[in-house]
């Protein structure tokens, strides 16, 4: 993917006009995940239904433009999709979906990508499932940004 060094106009519209903000009473899964460093806090809401179908997402997200940008996008890749479908939605669909972050702003997409593995970890611990593929989330995506820095993305 190309150096972005602006906001693209998909990420500002995300930015300005967030899609699915909120809580939700009585989620099947709610992860929150944050970064220290920079202070950004995201918490993600899934409502999965008996066939393990993401029905709704919503979010609440503490920081940045891009940190709010990136929860919206997430929130929007995830509905629709079955709790596997949903684990794929990486940073980089993320990313993509808004056109690109500038480098100094991808630490947002890594914790939207956190986010719904947080929320969707809370939903197989309630429900005593295996989601495959599925680790243990990191409470602060710092740890995971060392992974990406060492990876050279």
Not at 7 to 35: A, C, I, W
Not at 104 to 129: G, M, P, Q, R, T
Request: with cysteine; proline share 3%; charged share 30%.
């Amino acid at each position: 993917m190309s150096q972005v060094t602006e906001y693209s106009e998909k990420l500002m519209d995300h930015f300005m006009n967030p899609r699915n903000v909120g809580e939700m009473e009585n989620p099947s899964g709610v992860g929150t995940v944050g970064n220290a460093k920079c202070g950004d806090i995201m918490r993600m809401y899934l409502d999965i239904d008996e066939n393990r179908v993401v029905k709704e997402a919503k979010f609440k997200t503490f920081g940045c433009g891009a940190a709010v940008a990136t929860s919206s996008m997430a929130t929007e890749l995830v509905k629709g999709k079955t709790v596997q479908e949903a684990l794929e939605v990486t940073n980089k669909a993320v990313m993509e979906a808004l056109d690109g972050l500038p480098p100094v702003k991808i630490h947002c997409s890594l914790l939207a990508e956190e986010a719904i593995h947080a929320a969707l970890w809370d939903y197989a611990k309630k429900n005593d499932i295996v989601i495959e593929g599925l680790k243990e989330p990191v409470n602060d995506i710092d740890e995971t940004e060392e992974f990406y820095k060492m990876q050279g993305e």
